[in-house]
């Protein structure tokens, strides 16, 4: 425990209202602080190796785009989810957290290479351009398995999504912006900070022609067609899951709907369905799955591992940005998976490192406060063993039988990030909450309450209801996704606190964590 009962000082200290990041390092220890400071070196140098010879465009980006900057802080959101962590855990949050900045790194060197805004008249980018296909956020890039001579590059993700989970204020602006063109206030800031990049023309130009999909919601439909105009020169197909995924009458018109965006890439881009490497490629999308279930499987025990957002973040980069294809992420998913099993060897022969608590985070988390649970457990013993983000499509791909594997491919895009739960009837959000609940003997669900979402806000008596009767915690912490504004981290807290000292009648473990100011912090 980071916590001095002695000298009153914790963790609360290292945060001030007038500092964005640490006011200094934190001491644990020789060996940890080594190795934490030497994680925070590495990943520097590996963006300084990586973008380097990219600066000229770098500068222009960052002059020309508002969320190239935030990359810059990268290190700080590592530093904010490994904060109080010693040890295995240490390691396991740092591993996790460099394999999605490892791919993102690589993703905005690409950018830099091809980018219409950056590089001019550029011959070299231009061939680059026609040989890339761009993807919206909310749309896995599962379908470039069996393209294995296109790139292909998530534009949203990179100048959305993972800017806003590393600098909780990259989104203020672009959602300012659309606002500003008559948009409601009470719109989901998700797709409200698309549609902002899109009127404030901050999408980078990487590609011929680009995949979007129906997304789990009308904010987002919405948001495909202003992005139909936006991208206007050049060709746009919508992939568009079924709503009820679970019913077997609509899986072959999920099947349809993938051959159809297939053969709009073929055509585009002027290469064929390749089936030797989509059969590589779904190896690798096993192998990942593979890892994840075993995750599971040890957080579902009395010693859980790999827990908050070291699981959740991971897998979900891993899954929706990198679509299993990157093979330094599976060697970081052998290589924590290895890890995992031996510190699991080691707390269960001992009998410690048991948490005080155990939860399950459900709902659409806050982007701007991804170490949420990490506080939770620094500061009551809360330790979130597994998270609705992370319980993305996990079933294994049929290798060899070319109907199957696309029946396979079509459910990945069915059960992709919030679709798999907030489609399909209550039952994939209401019922499945309580099956995890058993499966992973928690007795707390951190709820998240996106106040700017209708899907989950219309049940919220029936999950009161059901939590009550199952005698579980259901602890509401509100949010506003990307938007700090409308609910701060300070607020989400102090929302968690309530319930524990009210209901639980606990004390904290650190009592510095309780209440600080961090609203100006990355």
Same mark, same amino acid.
């Given at each position: ?53 990219? #600066? ?20 700080? %959101? ?210 990942? #799955? ?38 330094? %992420? ?57 998270? %609705? ?134």
């Amino acid at each position: 425990m980071a916590y001095d009962p002695k000298t009153g000082k914790g963790l609360g200290r290292f945060y001030d209202a007038d500092h964005r990041a640490f006011k200094f390092r934190e001491w644990k220890g020789l060996k940890d602080t080594l190795y934490d400071y030497g994680r925070w070196m590495y990943l520097y140098c590996f963006m300084a190796a990586q973008l380097g010879p990219y #600066a000229p465009q770098m500068v222009k980006g960052m002059l020309r785009y508002r969320w190239l900057v935030p990359y810059l802080t990268a290190a700080n %959101m590592v530093d904010r989810h490994t904060i109080g962590q010693r040890g295995k855990e240490l390691q396991y949050s740092h591993k996790q957290f460099f394999s999605v900045l490892h791919h993102s790194v690589i993703k905005v060197k690409e950018i830099m290479q091809r980018d219409a805004n950056l590089n001019g008249n550029s011959k070299k980018a231009e061939a680059l351009r026609n040989n890339t296909v761009m993807f919206d956020e909310m749309t896995p890039s599962l379908i470039m398995m069996g393209f294995p001579t296109l790139d292909w590059i998530d534009i949203a993700m990179m100048s959305v999504g993972m800017p806003s989970e590393v600098d909780q204020n990259s989104c203020v602006y672009y959602i300012d912006a659309i606002e500003h063109f008559g948009l409601a206030p009470d719109v989901c800031p998700e797709p409200a900070t698309e549609c902002g990049v899109a009127v404030t023309d901050d999408y980078p130009r990487v590609g011929k022609c680009y995949v979007t999909s129906s997304m789990p919601c009308d904010g987002a439909v919405q948001q495909t067609a202003l992005m139909s105009r936006y991208l206007k020169d050049v060709d746009i197909f919508q992939i568009t899951p079924p709503q009820r995924i679970n019913e077997p009458e609509v899986q072959d018109y999920a099947v349809k709907n993938l051959k159809k965006a297939i053969k709009f890439i073929e055509d585009e881009m002027g290469v064929k369905w390749d089936w030797d490497a989509f059969w590589k490629n779904a190896e690798m999308y096993n192998q990942m #799955a593979e890892c994840m279930i075993e995750k599971w499987d040890v957080n579902a025990t009395d010693y859980p591992q790999v827990c908050g957002a070291a699981l959740a973040l991971q897998r979900e980069f891993e899954f929706m940005g990198a679509a299993c294809m990157d093979k330094y %992420m599976l060697k970081t998913d052998l290589e924590v998976t290895k890890m995992m099993h031996k510190g699991y060897e080691h707390d269960s022969k001992l009998g410690v490192n048991k948490p005080k608590y155990r939860c399950i985070v459900w709902a659409c988390p806050a982007h701007y406060y991804t170490n949420f649970a990490n506080w939770a457990d620094l500061c009551w013993g809360v330790r979130c063993v597994n998270d %609705m983000e992370a319980m993305l499509s996990y079933l294994p791909i049929t290798i060899g039988d070319k109907e199957q594997a696309l029946k396979d491919l079509a459910r990945c895009y069915e059960r992709m990030m919030m679709r798999s739960h907030t489609n399909g009837g209550y039952v994939n959000l209401l019922d499945e909450l309580w099956k995890m609940c058993d499966r992973f003997n928690v007795n707390i669900v951190i709820m998240y309450d996106h106040v700017s979402c209708r899907n989950v806000g219309g049940l919220h008596g029936l999950f009161e209801d059901e939590a009550r009767k199952r005698g579980i915690h259901l602890i509401w912490v509100p949010h506003d996704v990307m938007d700090p504004r409308t609910v701060s981290r300070r607020e989400m807290r102090d929302a968690f606190n309530k319930y524990m000292i009210n209901v639980f009648r606990e004390e904290p473990l650190d009592p510095t964590l309780l209440d600080y100011e961090d609203n100006l912090s990355w």
